[in-house]
Nanobody, 122 residues
Framework: QVQLVESGGGLVQAGGSLRLSCAASGSIFSINAMGWYRQAPGKQRELVATITRGGATNYADSVKGRFSISRDNANNTLYLQMNSLKPEDTAVYYC????????????????WGQGTQVTVSQ
């Protein structure tokens, strides 16, 4: 099993910045694609940004130019640098990864973090 532990969420004023981290642990053989998703109250969960094992990135139009996703493969850690935050960025942010466990080298599964609250005030 893979456990994802997120940190860095909180309350910030509009125009401010936050840096989210997601540390993966467990019987991990390899972690492939990773990403951040978010969900605001009463709305569907949406993709924020993704990054492949090789470092190729993709962003939602709403965050392009403001957010930056990165990863540290040596430490199995994912990051999301959020700048120029807006009230509409307020949501629960979820970390996701696709990983292969050491106990089953042919099996790749998707894992989710518990979510961390990001609140941006006016």
């Amino acid at each position: 099993q893979v456990q994802l532990v997120e940190s860095g969420g909180g309350l910030v004023q509009a125009g401010g910045s936050l840096r989210l981290s997601c540390a993966a642990s467990g019987s991990i053989f390899s972690i492939n694609a990773m990403g951040w998703y978010r969900q605001a109250p009463g709305k569907q969960r949406e993709l924020v940004a993704t990054i492949t094992r090789g470092g190729a990135t993709n962003y939602a139009d709403s965050v392009k130019g403001r957010f930056s996703i990165s990863r540290d493969n040596a430490n199995n850690t994912l990051y999301l640098q959020m700048n120029s935050l807006k009230p509409e960025d307020t949501a629960v942010y979820y970390c996701k990864c696709r990983a292969v466990l050491t106990t089953h080298s042919l099996y790749e599964a998707q894992y989710w973090g518990q979510g961390t609250q990001v609140t941006v005030s006016q």
